[in-house]
């Protein structure tokens, strides 16, 4: 799991870290190389880090449309680029 903990916290994720059932990253889904990392050997990718506020997204728009937008962009790039290294 990569989170960058902007609006959520590790306690929350206390249990499942405990039960060894997750692996926690800490970092921002705009960087292509934790973001390559987080990735390296999963089979599924479920993408969910947003920046979610409706308040912040009016009060900079500049940053959500970064998160959202070019954050699952920079993703998906990466994902193919896994995905060309497997298939080769
Ligand atoms: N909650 C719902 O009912 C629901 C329904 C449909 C779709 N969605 C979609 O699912 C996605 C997640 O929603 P949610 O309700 O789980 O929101 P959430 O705020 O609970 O989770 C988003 C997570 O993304 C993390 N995050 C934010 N910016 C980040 C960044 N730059 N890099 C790494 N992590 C970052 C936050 O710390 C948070 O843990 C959104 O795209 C939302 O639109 C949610």
């Not at 902007?6 to 206390?14: R, W």
């Not at 009060?59 to 699952?72: F, I």
Request: glycine share 4%; charged share 30%; net charge negative.
């Amino acid at each position: 799991m990569l989170d960058n903990l902007s609006s959520s916290a590790v306690p929350n994720l206390k249990e499942h870290l405990e039960k060894g059932v997750i692996e926690f990253l800490r970092g921002d889904i705009r960087d292509f190389e934790i973001v390559n990392r987080s990735m390296r050997d999963a089979d599924i990718v479920f993408h969910e880090a947003a920046q979610v506020s409706a308040p912040l997204s009016i009060e900079d728009p500049a940053h959500t449309d970064d998160v959202n937008v070019k954050g699952t962009l920079r993703r998906r790039v990466s994902l193919t680029n896994l995905t060309r290294v497997t298939t080769n």
